[in-house]
């Protein structure tokens, strides 16, 4: 009897020592997965042979990574262009990467039917900083997608070139009306910070029968703010320029981006020591479509 208790007593404290190793062996390390796992809301930024820095998906994206239990971790990635969808990536250290392949849809539609290949490198970390980028080789000579977390800076909303049916015109005083021509255009870059641009005016020699002979130049630190359905608008008091030797001497600058894309630009000015007041008109979009 004694015997047939201690057998049976050593039996079960085996089996609870397999099963207690077998749970210890089979858990997973979740930590990292966690640790990565959130909702990340920012915008994305495009990269080709055709263009750089281009913002894409009208300025808003974002990545959202899903724990699983075995440690892994699930990743969808809207860019505006594209959903990047990957399943059971691997986290080491907070960083992951994966491959699998998507349609695109450039213009914001639908999209097409055919699929890219495409590589996902990204990582999270401590301060819950997500960094990630896209590598889809066979589009446009190889495309990269950057996406950053946090609000767009406004100038990348307005920061192009316009002159696709473009109109620029010069009033100069009691000596008249210049132009217009369609060979003119603006380039508008970041200035000093996110809320201001820098706008050079191009094709001023362009208008024919201009009395004075004029290069282009750039307005900087032009002040830009959200103005209402979509569009930005651009203000500047007074400022100093160069065109070529001569002295710009500003007074006034002003305008607007449509929400579409077309930009309307109004600068007085005076050009060295003239001393009347010259009025530029200038409009164009960045799609050749309008």
């Not at 007593?9 to 609870?16: C, E, G, P, R, T």
């Not at 032009?222 to 569009?231: F, N, Q, R």
């Not at 400022?239 to 007085?268: W, Y």
């Amino acid at each position: 009897m004694k015997t047939t208790f201690f057998f049976k007593f050593l039996l079960s404290a085996v089996i609870l020592a397999t099963v207690t190793a077998c749970d210890k062996t089979e858990k997973a390390d979740t930590a990292e997965a966690d640790a990565a796992a959130g909702v990340y809301e920012g915008y994305t930024l495009g990269d080709s042979n055709y263009f750089k820095n281009y913002l894409l998906g009208g300025g808003k994206s974002g990545v959202t990574i899903a724990a699983n239990s075995d440690g892994s971790i699930n990743l969808t990635y809207k860019s505006g262009i594209a959903d990047f969808v990957l399943t059971n990536l691997t986290v080491k250290k907070g960083a992951f990467s994966g491959a699998g392949k998507t349609t695109l849809s450039m213009s914001g539609g639908s999209g097409s039917s055919t699929e890219y290949a495409y590589t996902l490198e990204g990582s999270v970390n401590s301060s819950k900083e997500l960094t990630l980028s896209v590598n889809i080789p066979n589009v446009m000579g190889g495309m990269k997608l950057t996406f950053n977390q946090g609000k767009t800076p406004l100038f990348l909303f307005v920061a192009a070139t316009y002159k696709y049916n473009s109109s620029l015109s010069l009033s100069v005083g009691a000596m008249g009306s210049y132009g217009p021509t369609n060979k003119g255009s603006i380039e508008v870059k970041r200035g000093s910070t996110n809320n201001t641009v820098n706008i050079t005016i191009s094709g001023i020699s362009q208008i024919e029968g201009m009395p004075m002979t004029m290069q282009d130049f750039t307005v900087n630190e032009v002040a830009l703010s959200e103005g209402k359905d979509g569009s930005y608008t651009l203000a500047s008091e007074s400022f100093t320029s160069q065109s070529g030797t001569v002295t710009i001497n500003g007074e006034k600058l002003s305008g607007t981006v449509s929400a579409d894309g077309v930009a309307t630009l109004e600068v007085v000015f005076k050009p060295g020591a003239m001393p009347m007041s010259i009025t530029l008109n200038f409009s164009g979009s960045k799609n050749a479509k309008h």
